[in-house]
């Protein structure tokens, strides 16, 4: 009873012994993304004209669960409203990496980035604003960003 539960699981011990570890060590050794993992929020950036494509259209605000999206938008010399962005802010530890921000975009601004590790020395390194978001306009960028909004549909 007690002697051939020990000899199977030896049997299963010098059977795995001999295999090719699955395990992967971390820090040296880093397994690829998927297309479509989401990370942190970054703003699009135009590379053509160096300007983001956000309009400041607040629907990604809207759209967050958690209200963390604060966006104001930039006024012109005689104070009316523009199309632009004059601050954009996301706060890093608050986010639940929904996507739903992404997927509210209409105008293809937001995407989530391949970042796996997100960690911060204060809460203060955790306020993310524009500058910090900014992220050029690419064709992986792109095919990330369709992706994360395909996956809500």
Known sequence: ??????????????????????TVQYPEEVLPLPIGFRG????????????????????????????????????DETGKPIPYPESYQYNLLECIFCGLCVEACPFEALTMTQERELAVYSRRG??????????????????????VHGLGQ
């Open 126 to 147: 955790a306020d993310q604003d524009m500058e910090k978001l900014a992220i050029e306009a690419t064709p992986e960028v792109d095919e990330q960003r369709a992706r």
């Open 1 to 22: 009873m007690y002697g051939s539960g020990i000899a199977k699981g030896l049997k299963t011990t010098l059977q795995h012994s001999f295999k090719r570890p699955v």
């Open 40 to 75: 942190r929020v970054a703003l699009v950036v135009n590379p053509d004209t160096g300007r983001y494509r956000c309009t400041a259209c607040s629907l990604c605000a809207k759209a967050c669960p958690v209200s963390i999206i604060r966006i104001t938008r930039a006024k």
